[in-house]
């Protein structure tokens, strides 16, 4: 897909998911701290299924420092409602031990010192730098945004990383946190990975997927 046309898909999609007091973000935060938490947590797991341990958590440990004094068996309790508990666990506790020893207690800005948190991958820390800090650096590639990209034809990889920069080389910088929230919003609402809804979507003529399906369902109906 070319740059024009992606960005038609741009403007369709933000007229169809309008962007209110500039919320792009599904996980509920206060601070840097508690979206890079979070953000960890929601790994293989709904928003929903996190924000619900929201308060109970912080509450407990309000701060890096609270978390890393704490042992992981005695925070594990408070996210057992979520998948891989065992496993967020240690990451959690880890990354607040490595803020409070080696970033002076506060969250990382940069991608590279997220990056050396344990259980931070490029995608949770594009999320952290754009909607705790607004530096937009890349385009976070979760399980829509890689469905609609490739569906759409904005990308023809499968990889994150391919999609990544094939994303940030269509769209303008100003609008990378924009699209990512975008292509999430269709992909939940509209663009889903069974059944998606054609006759709702507001780029399906510029859809490659779609194309493709009319295409086979018009073949099939001439047999």
């Given at each position: 897909?070319?740059?024009?046309?992606?960005?038609?898909?741009?403007?369709?999609?933000?007229?169809?998911?309008?962007?209110?007091?500039?919320?792009?973000?599904?996980?509920?935060?206060?601070?840097?701290?508690e979206?890079?938490?979070?953000?960890?947590?929601?790994?293989?797991?709904?928003?929903?299924?996190?924000?619900?341990?929201?308060?109970?958590l912080?509450?407990r440990?309000?701060?890096?420092?609270a978390?890393?004094?704490?042992?992981?068996?005695?925070?594990?309790?408070?996210?057992?409602?979520?998948?891989?508990?065992?496993?967020?666990?240690r990451?959690?506790?880890?990354?607040?031990?490595?803020i409070?020893?080696?970033?002076?207690?506060?969250?990382?800005?940069?991608?590279?010192?997220?990056?050396?948190?344990?259980?931070?991958?490029?995608?949770?820390?594009n999320?952290?730098?754009?909607?705790?800090?607004?530096?937009?650096?890349?385009?976070?590639?979760?399980?829509?945004?890689?469905?609609?990209?490739?569906?759409?034809?904005?990308?023809?990889?499968?990889?994150?990383?391919?999609?990544?920069?094939?994303?940030?080389?269509?769209?303008?910088?100003?609008?990378?946190?924009?699209?990512?929230?975008?292509?999430?919003?269709?992909?939940?609402?509209?663009?889903?990975?069974?059944?998606?809804?054609?006759?709702?979507?507001?780029?399906?003529?510029?859809?490659?997927?779609?194309?493709?399906?009319?295409?086979?369902?018009?073949?099939?109906?001439?047999?």
């Amino acid at each position: 897909m070319n740059r024009k046309t992606a960005c038609e898909v741009y403007r369709r999609l933000l007229a169809r998911y309008p962007i209110v007091d500039g919320r792009r973000h599904f996980i509920e935060f206060h601070n840097p701290f508690e979206a890079l938490i979070l953000t960890i947590l929601s790994a293989q797991t709904t928003d929903r299924a996190v924000n619900a341990i929201r308060d109970e958590l912080f509450s407990r440990y309000p701060t890096p420092a609270a978390l890393a004094s704490a042992e992981p068996e005695e925070v594990e309790p408070l996210i057992r409602s979520i998948g891989f508990h065992h496993m967020k666990t240690r990451y959690i506790v880890g990354a607040a031990r490595k803020i409070v020893s080696e970033f002076g207690g506060e969250v990382p800005q940069t991608m590279e010192g997220l990056l050396s948190l344990p259980g931070v991958g490029r995608k949770t820390a594009n999320i952290v730098l754009s909607h705790a800090f607004g530096i937009n650096v890349g385009i976070a590639v979760d399980t829509h945004v890689r469905r609609v990209s490739k569906r759409l034809g904005l990308t023809s990889s499968t990889n994150p990383a391919v999609i990544e920069r094939d994303l940030m080389a269509l769209f303008p910088q100003e609008v990378w946190e924009d699209i990512n929230f975008l292509l999430i919003r269709h992909g939940r609402a509209v663009c889903k990975a069974q059944n998606p809804k054609h006759d709702e979507c507001v780029v399906a003529d510029l859809c490659h997927y779609c194309r493709e399906m009319q295409a086979s369902e018009e073949e099939g109906g001439m047999r």
